[in-house]
């Protein structure tokens, strides 16, 4: 939010005693200009004419040294600064980069204290919160004209920032966002004047409900400002007030570093504040004293805040536990950062990294619970070495990569061994794609694999994340190693730790693995859902000793200490476990199916490395094995009890593997292929956005593929009616399917298609049919012009500007989303959920 830095007595003394010069940023000879006040003031503000300035306080002990004032980047000329909190006793300013000292504008506030001091400091209570009257809240803001001229807004209040290109962007996502979800800004009620009759600044307008928590920071220092904590709100307050003319403050609520909880916008219940551009109607804006760009939080004022947050679920109905759908985005909480509503550094960096301890506390109750936060980087902790952990060791994990077990792995030729490591994320974070772990392999024999839980993704150079990792935050990477044939000792390097394989033994046949789990270093391997996780790595915290529950027998060996275990924050089983889909395979006459390990045909066991070929025999399907046939019927069912995978050729001339089953008919005289899968695996082998194209372009599609594709399972809606398939893997007819050896090639598809996990668009409830296009000529085509009658939700698909596209030839019917539009946002910065919003408006994100 809008407001600045605090210098105290001791900060400007010790600056004028320094003997190491300030460098301004402008040079001496730039105007200054000067203004005297007739009694000290405690902070300002000013209309600025660039980008920045300096300024100077004078006090009893003189001048300050020239302090530079900077934005969080989203105000410019000729807007308001930001609140600057000055020295007690300062009786005049000067500034440079300012040429008009009557554009700034004093403020001055009371020194009294509080009438009633009830903190927020019990360990069980919900916070009991300070009322305006008791913190000394001047109501006459409520009424008085404004300083500066800026007419209240339900929608505008919060940071508007200036006039660049950024906010301009703001005011069209609004405007977008008042469009698409017009509900969301409709109001319960407003009340414009007070019982006597007079008229607020502001009226009090009431949202129908609340669904988000929004939490800032003051950005006003804290450390070294010897004021009462109430003054700082008291000048907060005047500046939004008075300054800012709003009449009031924009927050509902204001905690200080004592843990102390302030009453903010007057109003009560459901009135709506003024803390997030947008997004203030159906939210309320809680703010942390303090600047956490630069200093933490006080554990009392953690705490309040987890206090507060919980008592305002429960007052308003708030599952904290569920996601959220707010202006056509998913919130994974409701309780949010302010920076998750708009592009902004608030609530500042401490906070903000460590925010999801304050959500996950609300959620599970605990809170009491301390919240650490991240410590600034140094040159000696960001090269951290890498070591080898037991598992107590793993308690205390450092940023960078580790393993879990021994370094000497013995395995017999050909065999399959899996090496579990962890990778923490330092105090910035980790972003998915980033390089955790360089590769060096002695002999190119040696296989190496990322293990997701559904395939197995090929390494050579390095291991690559596989979705972002909050700071601190530690993920479990699963690889799989398997030996060359030939016995013998190898080595293999990752992230810095050398591994031996010795390999010796019987070779091993295909699909076995050697046990990983013996000797007393065992490894502690984080397992993933069957028969696949939602998310490619498990983020893991370790437990506490009493509180842990012991790792099972099924994921560690017996000889592992129970003392210790990991707590596993692996999402659930994902909804394709109940929502399959069938494709039809482009098949040949005769096309071959074959099983790499067992598996079994309509029940009867099939051994590993057996091919069958398949050819029609009247109305049955017939298996022959090296000639020999083997049998017939009218449905045959082949499926892998290991890999979950076969491979079949013939297939639009090649050969491709796919999971799930596939299923031999004969229609209409003709031999065909089913692949019958769940919906997931179904997207993971999708082939219609390879990894050529960007990422958040991969997602939107991901969003709108998996909503067309459940649209047609839906018995309702056949796309073949009649026909024992859903769709087809002829992009003529349904959509582009490969099977698993797309999802091996295109990893970043694969992260996208499970970042959306489930998620389709809906209206009403119901699952529109999205249609979707390659590129328009600058516009996109309602279905009417595309020549489509009584299509569903027509009045989503109506014709719109696509600028991306100007100058491009129509490929396509036009209908929808454009692949040229949506490659352009994604390209400007713009989210998948973004994407979809502006080609599908009016639609929801729901799940499966």
């Known amino acids: 939010m809008k407001t600045r830095t605090i210098f105290s007595l001791a900060i400007i003394a010790t600056i004028l005693a320094s003997s190491v010069p300030m460098v301004p940023v402008f040079a001496a000879e730039d105007s200054i200009a000067e203004r005297a006040f007739p009694s000290p003031i405690d902070a300002f503000s000013a209309t600025l004419e660039g980008a920045s300035f300096e300024y100077s306080a004078k006090t009893s002990v003189g001048w300050s040294s020239w302090t530079e004032y900077e934005s969080d980047g989203d105000v410019g000329p000729g807007d308001e600064s930001e609140l600057i909190m000055l020295p007690r006793g300062t009786t005049a300013l000067r500034v440079r980069g300012i040429t008009n000292a009557?554009?700034?504008?004093?403020?001055?506030?009371?020194?009294?204290?509080?009438?009633?001091?009830?903190?927020?400091?019990?360990?069980?209570?919900?916070?009991?919160?300070?009322?305006?009257?008791d913190w000394g809240a001047t109501e006459d803001y409520l009424f008085k004209a404004p300083v500066v001229q800026n007419a209240p807004n339900d929608v505008a209040k919060g940071d508007t920032g200036g006039n660049t290109s950024a906010v301009s962007q703001r005011v069209k996502d609004c405007q977008s966002a008042q469009q698409n979800f017009p509900g969301e800004f409709s109001l319960a009620s407003t009340v414009k004047q007070d019982a006597q009759g007079r008229a607020y600044l502001w009226p009090m307008q009431y949202s129908k409900e609340v669904k988000l928590l929004a939490v800032h920071h003051s950005a006003l220092v804290i450390k070294d400002d010897p004021r009462p904590a109430v003054e700082r709100v008291r000048a907060l307050y005047k500046y939004h007030a008075v300054t800012n003319g709003w009449g009031d403050v924009g927050y509902n609520f204001l905690i200080d570093e004592e843990g102390k909880v302030y009453e903010g916008r007057l109003g009560g219940k459901y009135v709506v504040g003024g803390h997030a551009y947008c997004n203030n109607v159906g939210t309320l804006g809680i703010v942390m004293m303090g600047n956490f760009e630069i200093e933490q939080p006080s554990d009392a004022q953690a705490k309040a805040l987890q206090r507060l947050l919980a008592s305002l679920a429960k007052d308003y109905n708030i599952d904290v536990t569920k996601s959220v759908q707010f202006h056509g985005r998913k919130f994974d909480s409701p309780i949010v950062r302010h920076r998750d509503l708009l592009s902004t550094l608030c609530p500042g960096y401490y906070?903000?990294?460590?925010?999801?301890?304050?959500?996950?506390?609300?959620?599970?109750?605990?809170?009491?619970?301390?919240?650490?936060?991240?410590?600034?980087?140094?040159?000696?902790?960001?090269?951290?070495?890498?070591?080898?952990?037991?598992?107590?060791?793993?308690?205390?994990?450092?940023?960078?990569?580790?393993?879990?077990?021994?370094?000497?792995?013995?395995?017999?030729?050909?065999?399959?061994?899996?090496l579990s490591f962890m990778y923490t994320a330092d105090q910035s974070g980790a972003y998915e794609g980033k390089k955790v772990a360089d590769v060096k392999l002695s002999d190119q024999r040696i296989k190496l694999w990322l293990d997701d839980g559904r395939v197995q993704i090929p390494i050579t150079k390095g291991v690559l994340l596989q979705s972002d990792l909050p700071a601190f935050?530690?993920?479990?990477?699963?690889?799989?190693?398997?030996?060359?044939?030939?016995?013998?000792?190898?080595?293999?390097?990752?992230?810095?730790?050398?591994?031996?394989?010795?390999?010796?033994?019987?070779?091993?046949?295909?699909?076995?693995?050697?046990?990983?789990?013996?000797?007393?270093?065992?490894?502690?391997?984080?397992?993933?859902?069957?028969?696949?996780?939602?998310?490619?790595?498990?983020?893991?915290?370790?437990?506490?000793?009493?509180?842990?529950?012991?790792?099972?027998?099924?994921?560690?060996?017996?000889?592992?200490?129970?003392?210790?275990?990991?707590?596993?924050?692996?999402?659930?089983?994902?909804?394709?476990?109940?929502?399959?889909?069938?494709?039809?395979l482009s098949a040949s006459a005769a096309p071959s199916v074959a099983f790499s390990d067992k598996g079994s045909v309509n029940g009867v066991a099939v051994n590993g490395g057996t091919t069958f070929d398949l050819l029609p025999r009247g109305s049955e399907c017939e298996v022959r094995s090296k000639g020999e046939r083997i049998m017939s019927d009218s449905v045959l069912r082949f499926s892998s009890s290991v890999s979950g995978i076969l491979t079949v050729s013939g297939i639009a001339g090649k050969t491709r593997s796919y999971r799930g089953t596939i299923e031999c008919r004969i229609i209409n005289g003709t031999l065909a292929l089913i692949n019958e899968l769940p919906i997931e695996d179904y997207m993971a082998g999708l082939a219609e956005e390879p990894d050529s194209e960007p990422y958040e372009k991969q997602r939107a599609f991901a969003i709108a593929a998996r909503t067309y594709a459940a649209y047609y399972t839906d018995p309702a809606n056949r796309k073949f009616p009649g026909m024992p398939y859903d769709g087809s893997d002829d992009p003529a007819l349904f959509q582009v399917y490969s099977g698993v050896g797309f999802t091996a090639a295109n990893p970043n598809w694969l992260r996208a298609a499970t970042s959306t996990q489930g998620e389709v668009l809906m209206i009403g409830g119901k699952i529109i049919k999205p249609p979707y296009f390659s590129s328009d000529d600058g516009r996109t085509r309602s279905p009417s012009e595309a020549g489509w009658k009584n299509f569903p939700f027509a009045e989503v698909f109506v014709s719109k500007p696509d600028p991306w596209c100007a100058g491009m030839t129509l490929r396509g019917h036009g209908v929808g989303m454009s692949g040229c539009g949506a490659k352009a946002q994604a390209l400007e910065g713009k989210s998948g959920e973004q994407i979809l919003q502006y080609y599908y408006p009016g639609t929801l994100l729901g799940r499966l």
């Open 102 to 133: 009557d554009v700034i504008h004093p403020i001055t506030v009371s020194h009294e204290p509080v009438k009633t001091r009830v903190a927020a400091v019990s360990s069980v209570a919900m916070p009991s919160v300070i009322s305006r009257s």
């Open 473 to 584: 935050e530690t993920a479990s990477l699963q690889l799989i190693v398997q030996s060359p044939m030939d016995a013998g000792v190898y080595s293999m390097d990752i992230g810095g730790i050398h591994f031996t394989l010795s390999v010796s033994g019987r070779r091993t046949r295909s699909g076995e693995y050697t046990n990983p789990f013996s000797g007393n270093n065992a490894m502690i391997v984080v397992p993933m859902s069957s028969p696949r996780s939602t998310a490619v790595v498990a983020r893991v915290r370790p437990q506490s000793r009493v509180s842990s529950t012991p790792v099972s027998s099924s994921s560690t060996s017996s000889s592992a200490s129970s003392s210790y275990s990991w707590s596993t924050v692996v999402p659930t089983a994902s909804s394709n476990t109940s929502k399959t889909i069938r494709i039809r």
């Open 351 to 418: 906070l903000s990294e460590a925010f999801g301890q304050v959500v996950k506390n609300v959620q599970t109750g605990n809170l009491n619970a301390s919240v650490v936060f991240p410590k600034k980087s140094s040159s000696s902790s960001s090269s951290a070495p890498n070591v080898i952990l037991n598992s107590e060791d793993a308690l205390k994990q450092a940023p960078g990569i580790s393993f879990i077990g021994r370094n000497a792995v013995t395995i017999n030729p050909g065999g399959k061994q899996r």
